[in-house]
């Protein structure tokens, strides 16, 4: 804002003044001893011009601080943006300062005697800003690492996050927000956790960023949810001493007093030593609490769920697919990581500047990634895939029929039938819960029917990056499991040489808890595979 504009609005009061002297007192020349009158308020008008510049420089300076903020946090961030977006907190805080706190700036500063031009100028600038869907989004991605991975909330909001360096640290206002999108989402087992964080970080913040009587509202209500009345009666009590007239907290009070029985009531109530311990269960679905998501979640952290059969025999060497030409000069780093079902790691068998250009014509095109329901055939995005996905046809780049080429090759394989090329982006916490590729006997009526090639006989999964935490394949049934490595790939086989599906196969894309994870699939399919893949009648082959 320039002095000229402020000087402006000073003379806007000052003609008021006048305007309201002359009005009321329109012959006040007449008379020496009322002209006195006009130089006091004169004296006065000058109070209040020098009190509005001091309360505009108050405001200019603190949106000066915002713009100071801003540039340093972006000049930071420009530096190496895919490092710092790969951050799950930097990421939340990003998507939470551009919402939530982009809206305290508007209404605290921005708004309060901004020129429209300027408050239009900054509206236009939202149209790229994340939403508050976004905010959700990001916030139960933080929170699905923290579940997956064991990180106990203290440690996040303190910066201590496996395969991350210098994360930043999580202030009370920060805390408060992902309880609130707990709250919001009825997750009370989440909300206790970062409310008690925030209340944790508002205790020895100099400079106050949350409201203690806000957060003791949010936490005493989800103690209540989860059985924890003596807990939510006594927080109910802090509250009341920090606002008496909270109405829902007296409100509240009365109702926890009632449910309270006699015994419990003539006990010191309120007291913390007379407190049990916090009851704080998650609940789970069926699924979710079921052996398979707590196998596959152990996977992910790399802990092993079962010995590695016949390991004795996992060997590697250079393969060249019975002389295949194009594999004669080259041979393929071949690795068996399972002997049943056969998991083949191929290492180096994509050049970064492949990866590079798949990407490049990937991202314009990246979509929410979806799944197909199993009853409609219809494709639909779903909570438990959370990925960005593109698909490349081979006569788009010579780079795309090389990969698709090298493909048959190294498989034997006739591609005529194969899916296009998929490439998939994982971000923060992105994910992809245990799943079949190929289509089960009560899915096969709608399963790729349009494409008229039969099931899915075989996957050759590449990855396009390294991740620095995280975002492992792993195949809960039989405890195998495979990290990303740039340039290498993984092949199996979902069905058996008789048709039938390989149930052992089920696999499952764990969350990235640090870094950007870069995939391509390549999808191969019955049709055109009599010959090279003959069928047998033994189920086992």
């Known amino acids: 804002m320039s002095n000229s504009w402020i000087l402006f609005q000073c003379l806007g009061v000052v003609t008021v003044a006048v305007c309201y002297l002359h009005m009321v007192r329109s012959e006040i020349f007449t008379a020496l001893v ?231 009531k003539s006990q010191k109530r309120g007291e913390d030593a007379d407190l049990p311990a916090i009851k704080n269960e998650q609940q789970l679905d069926s699924y979710r609490a079921g052996a398979e998501f707590k196998t596959y979640e152990k996977l992910c952290r790399g802990e092993d769920t079962n010995p590695t059969p016949k390991a004795h025999k996992l060997k590697c060497r250079y393969f060249d697919n019975n002389r295949t030409p194009g594999l004669i000069l080259r041979p393929l780093k071949e690795e068996r990581v399972w002997w049943r079902p056969a998991l083949m790691l191929y290492h180096d068998i994509i050049s970064d500047h492949e990866i590079e250009v798949a990407k490049k014509l990937a991202a314009p095109r990246l979509n929410r990634a979806t799944v197909q329901n199993a009853k409609t055939g219809q494709l639909e995005t779903a909570q438990y895939r959370i990925s960005k996905s593109a698909w490349l046809k081979n006569e788009e780049h010579e780079v795309v029929k090389r990969i698709s080429d090298r493909v048959g090759d190294m498989t034997g394989l006739n591609m005529n039938t194969a899916e296009e090329l998929q490439v998939v982006n994982y971000g923060i916490g992105g994910h992809y819960e245990p799943h079949f590729d190929f289509a089960r006997k009560e899915e096969e009526a709608h399963s790729f029917k349009r494409l008229g090639t039969g099931n899915r006989i075989a996957t050759f999964l590449v990855y396009m990056s390294d991740v620095d935490a995280g975002g492992a394949t792993v195949f809960p049934v039989i405890g195998a499991k495979v990290f990303p490595k740039k340039g290498t790939a993984v092949f199996w086989y979902n069905l058996f040489r008789n048709g039938e599906g390989d149930y052992d196969t089920r696999h499952a894309g764990c969350p990235v808890l640090a870094g950007s994870k870069w995939v391509s699939n390549k999808w191969l399919h019955e049709r055109g595979q009599e010959q090279t893949r003959p069928c047998a009648l033994d189920p086992n082959a």
């Not at 915002?66 to 907190?89: G, I, M, Q």
């Not at 919402?99 to 149209?127: G, H, M, P, Y």
């Not at 409201?211 to 949810?225: A, G, T």
Request: hydrophobic fraction near 35%.
């Open 34 to 264: 009322e002209m006195e009158s006009v130089l006091e308020t004169e004296a006065q008008i000058a109070t209040d011009i020098r009190q509005y510049i001091h309360q505009e420089e108050e405001r200019l300076e603190k949106l000066r601080s915002v713009a100071d903020d801003y540039e340093r946090h972006s000049r930071e961030a420009l530096l190496d943006t895919e490092k710092h977006l790969s951050n799950p907190v930097n990421a939340f805080l990003i998507v939470k300062r551009f919402t939530v706190d982009w809206e305290k700036v508007l209404d605290d500063i921005i708004r309060i005697n901004s020129t429209e031009a300027f408050i239009q100028k900054v509206e236009e600038r939202r149209e790229s800003f994340p939403s508050k869907e976004d905010l959700e989004g990001v916030s139960m991605a933080l929170m699905r690492l923290q579940d997956t991975y064991n990180l106990p909330a203290g440690r996040i909001a303190k910066g201590d996050i496996q395969g991350v360096k210098q994360s930043p640290v999580l202030s009370a206002a920060d805390c408060f927000e992902l309880g609130k999108v707990s709250y919001n989402t009825g997750d009370y087992y989440h909300t206790i956790i970062w409310m008690e964080e925030a209340m944790n970080a508002f205790d020895v913040e100099a400079n106050k960023t949350a409201d203690k009587s806000v957060i003791l509202d949010y936490l005493s209500h989800s103690l209540y949810m989860q059985g924890n009345i003596r807990h939510a009666y006594v927080l109910t009590n802090e509250l009341l001493t920090l606002e008496p007239d909270h109405q829902r907290a007296q409100n509240n009070k009365q109702y926890y007093e009632r449910m309270l029985d006699d015994e419990a």
